[in-house]
């Protein structure tokens, strides 16, 4: 039975409890927040404390705080034996540092308060300094996830920015997708099944594949009355870089 | 019985044949395309031409061929009573202007030969130039979509520009993603499943309330650690504008 204590109160946090509560080799032991009122509604399911002098014996303490807070949550498990893992994706294990065995536990997906998750189809990124350590984050992750992958400092890091592109710049593009839709007296719900395909053809296609559009077929006339069309000069700029980064993409120059 | 010629032998076309084909108050009774070698698998099921002298008589005659060729096309079918139209996100009724009975009828969606669509679920955008032309594009687009919406040329070519953010930038921004995995030995697969989210999201929070990360935090030292790990010009380009107009977005400046 591999014993862990989760430090954190956010959404990473709490999907990652209900996700390890229910695997037999796990036990979740207890739950660490600033704040425990938060957590009032699993008071009858696990053992919680606001006291980092409080925290019980455990094989494995998962801090999922944001990462300014990491460095002063480690810092009261130096005394500890256990492995000592966050959840960042950029925080390097030097956050980490008073404690002797260190890792990451990184899950790549975006979590919300509201929204179920299946974390079988979470990738979970797993990091520690030796192999024995390794060993154990594979076993708690393989347990929750059905794609384990251990990857260097580095390597989540850079996952972590590519993160950025595909999930919040992507958003931004639907936020000014609906800005358009508003600006013209049109229902946002138009656009919804353009996106979800658009997410789905990567099932089929590369995104290089994939690519569609004015900008990909060095159609200038298009370009040009659609940079014209457009009112907002944020709107705009993001027309022109992103119809030149894809025109470069593909060998030709705006 | 409303009887259908498409022109063109695209996605489009094919996709919305196949649409079509399988309603009982519908017949297309031909397709016409330059070239009649694309169209050689629908032999058996359909009247095909490739000579604009030959198009039989029809109720509504559908031109979708690409922006440039509309004109070409409709010209061809200036004398004839029926009501034609194109399916262009961007071209005007103008482009149709020999005839007396013009419109459009513009599925809101990306095709792709490989992939099969399900057109109840795409959003059909109509417009015509008198009411019992609107009503009869109005019978045919709901014949095979539950989503028929009657717009304005104006508000067409605005949701074609939305449409380019949401799908073409959109899969753009997979690419880089999918850049950055590559030039750090990470699979894209890894993505994926975020990418699905951020999609799916949508039908639980609008775009405005589901921005996360950096910028909307405003979190300027994870700003400038990721603008610094960039390191291709256009990625990190991406990076400060759409950050900046995530920021402006949420009322801060960078």
Known sequence: MIKIVILGGGNVALHLFSALKSDAGISVVQIYNRSIKK?????????????????????????????????????ALKDREALVVHTSGSASLEDLKPNKRRGSFYPLQTFSKEKQVDF????????????ADLDLLHRVASAISSQVVPISTQQRQALHVAAVFVNNFTNHLYFVGSE???????????????????AQKLEMLDPFSAQTGPARRHDISTLTRH????????????????????????????
Chains 1, 2 share one sequence.
């Open 227 to 254: 940079e014209n069309q457009l009112k907002q000069e944020n709107h705009k700029a993001i027309y022109k870089l992103l119809s030149a980064s894809i025109t470069t993409t593909y060998g030709k120059k705006l």
């Open 180 to 198: 358009i839709c508003e600006q013209n007296k049109l229902s946002f719900d138009l656009l919804k099944p353009l996106i979800k395909e658009t």
């Open 120 to 131: 079988r189809t979470i990738p979970i990124c797993i990091e520690a300094e030796n192999e």
């Open 39 to 75: 957590l009032e509604h699993l008071r009858n399911e696990i053992a919680l404390t606001n006291n980092l002098s409080e925290l019980v014996p455990a094989d494995i303490y998962i801090i999922a705080v944001t990462d300014d807070a990491i460095a002063g949550v480690a810092n």
